[in-house]
């Protein structure tokens, strides 16, 4: 091996050749990792911040402003509790409240049930070839538009429809455009690929090893299905559900579309077309605080992982 | 575990019943989408290609279509943007609050769309801000950040730091190494994230409702008003199958871009 024999020097690629501003300025940030987070951050907290979180303190500071008799509109700063007082007076506002949540209940129940044999099946018992046909097959009802599919539920639960015509031969009549029982099935069907795709991301983490210990020591299947399984998959399922139970809170579209039923979500768009912001305000702030409440239950349960 | 036979056997039906109800209202309706009836009774008495010319000379159609591309492509490129800085700030730095950030970056997704829409429009209103194209782009935008954050979190997960270390090891300054490594790594986890974020907005309707002025019509929009009028529940039916299709095609293509969708596209 030959000597150097030539002073040493750094290699030619850690000299800066050329000292551009931006080169310069690239040399500066490295330097400086405070500085690269501050230029990460910058534009999306000032959107998330500015925009979001902004819109959300608005919308509660409208909750305690008052509203002009006759035009309608909000007079800023004009504090009042007029909105709440409005809300609280009417007995009506509480039974939207509660058969709202009972329904995002239900919806989260059923779509638990119905997920949990079909990911269960998809992680652990379709081979892989099948496993990547049923998670596209889940993927296209999840992202065919939301609209059409509540429309397409209408047409077939109208008069004259699929249900009817598939119960007339026993002499019966779908039930119409009407029924609460419809908002259930629909929204059961619209957030159920929400809930599958966590459960089945859940099922397949869990470790082989740990479910043929349990077999090992004398577990049986069901046995090791309820003690090792599901425990493990439980940050999953809370996961899905605050989906289907967010989704479900917030929806004002389906009930409207297929039942005569009013949600949370009619109260507030009724009020806000009606220009009466504050009672719409005011009242949003109930699933606002349930749906805090859950993240910060979920986020406890481990469930941001599973997101 | 190995299952006993009749799990398995009950597991599959079980399987095949919730596709079938997953399938059954998307068949119906690109069956209804022929229906030559305009009372879209079931079943069609029978079928004609008629309705699409009528949707395709529909030129209230043709508007909220374009409006419908131009907002979507707009918010997904401010998604883009916004989503991948955020995504690189949580993931590859410790500093104190990043726990409230990463709660912030769900939030428009796990609050209720009526909660976002309302407080955008309330804020609109208090503000003087002309409801248009402009404000459902924010809206949309707002969202669509948060399926982009997702996508390239979930990614750079997987891609280990050592080759940042040591592209900056060889000199790079961190412009460089960004566009030379990280990108090259997140790149395919971009376009399917850009791809769910297109579809997202391409379909939203309940934020849109509060966002868009009088005047401004997306195809969701147009397909909420024109189910109230009788007479042309056929061409929605067609502009439905066809908005399906749209939405479809995206997740299918961002599906084989990229693994990790099937667990981020529940966002």
């Known amino acids: 091996m030959a000597l150097p024999t030539a002073p040493i020097t750094a290699p030619e690629s850690l000299v800066p050749r050329r000292t551009s501003p931006r080169r310069k300025f690239g040399s500066w940030v490295h330097r400086r990792p405070r500085a690269r987070l501050v230029g990460l951050l910058a534009a999306p907290i000032t959107w998330m911040v500015i925009i979001y979180l902004g819109a959300l303190f608005i919308l509660l500071l409208n909750a305690f402003w008052a509203k002009d008799p006759f035009t309608g509109k909000v007079e800023p700063f004009s504090w009042t509790l007029d909105a709440f007082k409005t809300i609280a007076s009417n007995p009506v506002y509480t039974t939207i409240a509660l058969r709202t949540m009972g329904m995002a209940i239900l919806v989260t129940v059923t779509d638990a049930l119905l997920a949990l044999p079909i990911a269960y099946y998809m992680a652990r018992v379709a081979s892989p070839a099948k496993r990547r046909l049923l998670v596209v097959a889940i993927l296209i009802p999840l992202w065919a538009a939301y609209l059409v599919k509540v429309y397409s539920w209408r047409i077939i639960l109208q008069g004259h429809g699929l249900v009817d015509w598939a119960v007339a031969p026993f002499g019966m009549h779908g039930p119409g455009l009407s029924d609460i029982m419809n908002t259930w099935i629909v929204l059961s069907y619209l957030w159920l690929p929400y809930m599958i795709l966590p459960l089945f991301a859940g099922f397949e983490r869990v470790p082989s090893s740990l479910i043929e210990a349990s077999a090992d020591l004398g577990g049986r299947s069901m046995t090791t299905f309820r003690r090792v399984m599901l425990p493990l998959v439980f940050p999953a399922l809370v996961a899905g559900s605050i989906f289907t139970f967010s989704l479900t809170l917030g929806d004002y579209i389906t009930p409207d579309l297929v039942s005569d039923t009013k949600f949370i979500g009619n109260v507030i768009y009724d009020n806000a077309a009606n220009v009466n912001l504050p009672v719409a305000a005011a009242y949003s702030l109930i699933p606002i605080a349930i749906m805090v409440v859950y993240l910060l239950v979920a986020r406890r349960l481990g469930a941001f992982e599973n997101l | ?267």
């Open chain 2, 1 to 267: 575990m190995t299952e006993p036979r009749y799990v398995r056997v009950l597991l599959r039906i079980a399987t095949i019943g919730v596709l079938v109800f997953l399938f059954l209202p998307i068949v119906v309706l690109a069956i209804q989408a022929f229906n030559s009836s305009k009372l879209l009774t079931w079943p069609p008495p029978d079928f004609t290609l008629h309705w699409f010319s009528d949707a395709a000379g529909n030129p209230q159609i043709v508007q909220a279509f374009q409006n419908s591309i131009v907002a979507a492509t707009v918010a997904t490129i401010l998604a883009l943007i916004l989503g991948t800085l955020a995504a690189l700030a949580v993931q590859r730095y410790d500093f104190f609050g990043k726990q409230t950030i990463s709660f912030i970056f769900v939030l428009p997704l796990a609050l209720p769309g009526v909660i976002t829409g309302i407080a955008l429009r309330t804020s609109y209103v208090t503000f003087g801000i002309d409801l248009g194209m402009l404000t459902i782009i924010v809206g949309h935008a707002t969202f669509c950040v948060v399926v982009i954050y997702n996508n390239v979190i979930a990614r750079l997960r997987r891609v280990p730091r050592t080759a940042e270390e040591a592209s900056a090891d060889l000199g790079a300054d961190s412009f460089t190494t960004f566009r030379r490594v990280t990108l090259p790594a997140v790149r395919t986890a971009l376009l399917a994230g850009a791809l769910l974020a297109f579809g997202l907005s391409f379909d939203e309707i309940i934020v849109t409702i509060f966002t868009a002025g009088p005047g401004t019509q997306t195809i969701p929009l147009w397909i909420y008003s024109a189910i109230q009028r009788p007479n042309e529940l056929p061409v929605v039916n067609v502009v439905a199958v066809v908005v399906i299709l749209l939405s479809v095609i995206p997740v299918y293509l961002a599906q084989r871009l990229s693994g990790d969708v099937a667990a981020s596209a529940a966002l």
